[in-house]
C-alpha cells in the first residue's frame, strides 16, 4: 500500500466497549503469523504492543516507523495508525489494550517521581527497544496475564495494574533511555549489565569482558554512541551506588568507598563532589 493511498483514507474508531474487558480493564491479543490486515485506526484507549519477531512498517501520525524485534510502543487514544509488513516474512506481535482509568491512574502515580509529559504530549507514540532477553521478560509478563482466570475480576484488576507499572517503570523509564536511539544492540546490552554492583566494582576490563569487543573499540563506541568515557560511565555508576549506601546504611565514608568500587578515598571524594557538589559527609547530613 502506497503512502499517498494511506493518506487519503478515512481512519476508523475502535470503541472500548467492542476491544476491552469491562470487567478488567484490559484486552491481551497475539498474533502470530501473516493472519492481519492493514487497517487505518484509532481508539478510545491505550495500548502497548511488542513485535515478537519479523519487522512491521509502523504507520503512525503521518509517519512511518520501522519496527524491528524488540520494540514496544506505547500508544495513546487518538494516535491514528496501521501495521504495514515489510516483505513475505514471518511476524509476530503480542497487543495489551487497556482502558483510560488504568493508564492515567498508572501515569498520575508514576508522575508524581518522574516526568511523564513526553508520554502524553508528543507527535509520536514513544517507542523503546528491548534486547533478547527483555523481550523474553516481557512476553512472560503479557503472558502472566492469561494465568488468571477470567472469572476473578479482582485479581484480573490487580495483575493488570501490576504488569503496566512493570512495563512502564521498567522499560519505558528506564535510566538512561533516549527515545530512537541508535546504540546498538550489543553497546546497550552490556551498560544494562554493567548495572549489577559486582560488574560496575570490577571496572572497565569488566566492561570490555561482557561486550565480546576490545577495550579500545568498546570505548570508541561508547564515546561515540552515549558522549561519554569509560571511566565515566563506570564511575557515574558507582557514585550512585555510593549515594545510596550514605543515606541508607551507617557504614563509615571509608568503607562505602571501597564497598562502591573506588580504590582510594581521593579519587572517590573527587567524584562524588563532582557528581553532587558536596562532600560525602556532608551529603549523609543532609547539607545540600
Known sequence: MKFDEIEKMTPKRLEAKWHINDDTGYLLRAVYGKTERFVLHDHEFYEMFLTVSGNIMHYVN??????????????????????L??????????????????????????????????????????TVKLNKNETAAVIKKFDSLNAVSKDDHVAARLRIREVLFDLFVNYFLRSGYKEE???????????????????????????????????????????????????????????????????????????????????????????????????????RKGRF
Not at 514471518?90 to 497487543?95: E, H, L, P, T
Not at 546497550?188 to 572497565?204: L, S
Open 62 to 83: 503521518g509517519e512511518v516507523k520501522m519496527l524491528e524485534p524488540g520494540s514496544m510502543v506505547f500508544m495513546r487514544p487518538g494516535d491514528i495508525h496501521g501495521y
Open 85 to 126: 509488513y515489510s516483505g513475505e516474512e514471518r511476524y509476530d506481535f503480542v497487543n495489551l489494550a487497556f482502558s483510560c482509568e488504568c493508564a492515567e491512574r498508572m501515569l498520575e502515580y508514576v508522575g508524581g517521581a518522574a516526568d511523564v509529559t513526553r508520554f502524553t504530549q508528543s507527535k509520536l507514540p514513544v
Open 181 to 283: 536511539s541508535f546504540v546498538p544492540q550489543w553497546l546497550d546490552e552490556t551498560m544494562q549489565k554493567m548495572k549489577e554492583r559486582e560488574n560496575f566494582i570490577a571496572g572497565a576490563d569488566r566492561m570490555a569482558e561482557l561486550s565480546g569487543k576490545s577495550k579500545e573499540h568498546l570505548a570508541r563506541s561508547m564515546k561515540k554512541y552515549t558522549g561519554m568515557t569509560l571511566s565515566r560511565y563506570i564511575n557515574d555508576l558507582r557514585i550512585n551506588y555510593a549515594a545510596n549506601l550514605l543515606l541508607n546504611t551507617n557504614l563509615s565514608v571509608t568503607d562505602v568507598c571501597f564497598e562502591s568500587g573506588f580504590g582510594n578515598l581521593s579519587c572517590f571524594y573527587t567524584c562524588f563532589n563532582e557528581a553532587y557538589g558536596v562532600s560525602p559527609n556532608k551529603y
